[in-house]
């Protein structure tokens, strides 16, 4: 045990030095400038080591399976109108869709329709990100949120190209006065989802599913307080339209969180519903209808300590509802413990420790434990470690 862990700290120490020859050589500006075209990055690496289960990658033997690197651009040509871009490599796991080289995060042209101080119109067009909850639109920033990795019973690793990227359009509502502001998201379009877990190739993969997405925040003056809702749903049959194997997907999140002073308060929950209808095997062919339930919700309180370092814990929990009740492989217990700290203004230091009961998809994927089939460790631990350069 000792020598394993020697080697894993060995390990751990080259890539480290590895990211931080790549800090010295990097500009030392917070962005880059380049006239009207502005230019910001990140580079981060992960380590996890856990008991009875893999996370992302072979964690119980020590995984750096969770490293990214990209690159946006911002360029506005007129002050109504702006281009942005984002370029991701990203490791993730063993799961096929999250080994990605070199991706297009996103890519797209804002105008703005309407503005007069107090209320504002816009229109994006191209290739988005989702209005989801609290996080959605700014999880591929690794330094936008609290721990190592996002609640994975809202937020999963394994889904987030899916829940993340779209082609389509937007419309985005703001409105400001004395009593708050009210932000109001729209979106329609395509996305890609996957229509087969347990086939880990590009063919398990549908590109082109109808989706409609809105998302609705209220903010308190001073941003004591903010609540919120957001909906997702999927169209399968665009996928499918002559099969019975079909149905929508969605996703409806309420947000809310309190901000007291150093004292932060974040709240989420979720319910997932997937429906649609399938053919029974057997000596007669029959048509049934299905739908599938799931609750989700965390709980998170973070104390601010200082400028440069913070302090969480978190309740995750998440089951699935089916005819037969609450299954045992499909739901998640989880208490997280985590800090972060910032010794320099572009660099963050995370940590965070995971007591977990269950076995989720949404934390265990079959592509990380391949030996393990549908039998997992009930009750296991992890421990998660984050280095993220900022420029």
């Given at each position: 045990m000792f020598s394993r862990l020697t080697n894993i700290m060995t390990v751990m120490s080259l890539r480290v030095l590895a990211v931080l020859l790549l800090v010295i050589i990097s500009t030392s500006a917070s962005s880059v400038d380049l006239g009207q075209v502005k230019v910001h990055g990140f580079l981060s690496q992960g380590f996890s080591i856990s008991s009875g289960n893999n996370f992302l990658g072979d964690s119980t033997s020590g995984s750096f399976d969770s490293s990214m690197g990209a690159v946006n651009f911002l360029w506005s040509p007129d002050p109504g109108i702006y281009f942005s871009t984002q370029l991701i490599s990203r490791n993730y796991g063993d799961l096929y869709v999250n080994e990605e080289d070199l991706a297009?995060?996103?890519?797209?042209?804002?105008?703005?329709?309407?503005?007069?101080?107090?209320?504002?119109?816009?229109?994006?067009?191209g290739f988005l990100k989702i209005p989801m909850g609290i996080y959605n639109e700014t999880r591929d920033i690794p330094s936008t949120y609290s721990g190592v990795v996002l609640p994975q019973v809202i937020y999963p690793e394994r889904i987030r190209n899916s829940l993340m990227r779209s082609k389509g359009a937007?419309?985005?509502?703001?409105?400001?006065?004395?009593?708050?502001?009210?932000?109001?998201?729209?979106?329609?379009?395509?996305?890609?989802?996957?229509?087969?877990?347990?086939?880990?190739?590009?063919?398990?993969?549908?590109?082109?599913?109808?989706?409609?997405?809105?998302?609705?925040?209220?903010?308190?003056?001073?941003?004591?307080?903010?609540?919120?809702?957001?909906?997702?749903?999927?169209?399968?049959?665009?996928?499918?339209?002559?099969?019975?194997?079909?149905?929508?997907?969605?996703?409806?999140?309420?947000?809310a969180g309190l901000n007291l002073n150093t004292w932060t308060v974040t709240a989420e929950y979720q319910r997932r519903n997937y429906s649609g209808k399938n053919t029974s095997s057997g000596l007669f062919e029959n048509v049934f209808e299905y739908e599938n339930i799931s609750d989700a919700y965390y709980v998170q309180l973070e104390k601010m300590f200082n400028a440069r370092f913070s302090a969480f814990i978190r309740n995750?929990?998440?089951?699935?509802?089916?005819?037969?009740?609450?299954?045992?492989?499909?739901?998640?217990?989880?208490?997280?413990?985590?800090?972060?700290?910032?010794?320099?203004?572009?660099?963050?230091?995370?940590?965070?420790?995971?007591?977990?009961e269950g076995g989720s998809a949404d934390m265990i994927e079959q592509a990380d434990n391949p030996d393990k089939g549908n039998s997992f460790d009930r009750y296991w631990d992890m421990f998660m470690l984050q280095f993220i350069y900022s420029f």
């Amino acid at each position: 045990m000792f020598s394993r862990l020697t080697n894993i700290m060995t390990v751990m120490s080259l890539r480290v030095l590895a990211v931080l020859l790549l800090v010295i050589i990097s500009t030392s500006a917070s962005s880059v400038d380049l006239g009207q075209v502005k230019v910001h990055g990140f580079l981060s690496q992960g380590f996890s080591i856990s008991s009875g289960n893999n996370f992302l990658g072979d964690s119980t033997s020590g995984s750096f399976d969770s490293s990214m690197g990209a690159v946006n651009f911002l360029w506005s040509p007129d002050p109504g109108i702006y281009f942005s871009t984002q370029l991701i490599s990203r490791n993730y796991g063993d799961l096929y869709v999250n080994e990605e080289d070199l991706a297009l995060d996103y890519a797209l042209v804002g105008v703005d329709l309407f503005a007069n101080g107090s209320t504002e119109l816009d229109l994006r067009a191209g290739f988005l990100k989702i209005p989801m909850g609290i996080y959605n639109e700014t999880r591929d920033i690794p330094s936008t949120y609290s721990g190592v990795v996002l609640p994975q019973v809202i937020y999963p690793e394994r889904i987030r190209n899916s829940l993340m990227r779209s082609k389509g359009a937007a419309l985005e509502f703001n409105h400001l006065n004395p009593l708050g502001s009210v932000n109001a998201k729209a979106q329609v379009g395509k996305v890609r989802m996957s229509v087969n877990k347990l086939l880990d190739t590009d063919d398990s993969y549908v590109p082109d599913l109808n989706f409609i997405a809105w998302k609705v925040m209220y903010n308190s003056p001073e941003n004591m307080f903010f609540a919120g809702m957001s909906r997702l749903k999927v169209d399968y049959e665009t996928y499918r339209p002559n099969s019975v194997n079909k149905g929508p997907r969605s996703y409806d999140i309420f947000s809310a969180g309190l901000n007291l002073n150093t004292w932060t308060v974040t709240a989420e929950y979720q319910r997932r519903n997937y429906s649609g209808k399938n053919t029974s095997s057997g000596l007669f062919e029959n048509v049934f209808e299905y739908e599938n339930i799931s609750d989700a919700y965390y709980v998170q309180l973070e104390k601010m300590f200082n400028a440069r370092f913070s302090a969480f814990i978190r309740n995750d929990h998440k089951y699935d509802i089916t005819s037969n009740g609450k299954t045992d492989n499909n739901y998640t217990n989880s208490h997280v413990i985590g800090a972060n700290w910032r010794p320099t203004h572009s660099i963050l230091i995370k940590a965070e420790y995971h007591n977990i009961e269950g076995g989720s998809a949404d934390m265990i994927e079959q592509a990380d434990n391949p030996d393990k089939g549908n039998s997992f460790d009930r009750y296991w631990d992890m421990f998660m470690l984050q280095f993220i350069y900022s420029f």
